[in-house]
């Protein structure tokens, strides 16, 4: 059973950076898709960021493009989300997924397992 536990929340003002992790275990990643999705205040949960296990492939949301950076370290297990630039529209929770579907989707009902969420405040 795949378990996904994230850290690395917080808050943080407009402009500053936080690096979100995502320590997953229970399975051999080799062939999954791992992604970052965030769901705001009174809005639905969106797409954020996903990225192969290998690291081979990465896709954004626009809203993130150039200011987010996803990454694995095989090793260690791990997906980090690297936000630079914050802004208070990023203020959400952020939730780790993962699939073993063999494609990169960035719907939310593609991904099998879920990690609990960790909070980030931007504040202005």
């Known amino acids: 059973q795949v378990q996904l536990v994230e850290s690395g929340g917080g808050l943080v003002q407009a402009g500053g950076s936080l690096r979100l992790s995502c320590a997953a275990s229970?399975?051999?990643?080799?062939?999954?898709?791992m992604g970052w999705f965030r769901q705001g205040p009174g809005k639905e949960r969106d797409f954020v960021a996903a990225i192969t296990w290998a690291g081979d492939s990465t896709q954004y949301a626009a809203s993130v493009r150039g200011r987010f950076t996803i990454s694995t370290d095989n090793a260690e297990n791990t997906v980090y989300l690297q936000m630079n630039s914050l802004k208070p529209e990023d203020t959400a929770i952020y939730y780790c997924?993962?699939?073993?579907?063999?494609?990169?989707?960035?719907?939310?009902?593609?991904?099998?397992?879920w990690g609990q969420g960790t909070q980030v405040t931007v504040s202005s």
């Open positions: 229970g399975r051999t990643f080799s062939r999954y898709t």
């Open positions: 997924a993962a699939t073993n579907r063999g494609f990169m989707p960035t719907w939310d009902l593609a991904y099998d397992s």
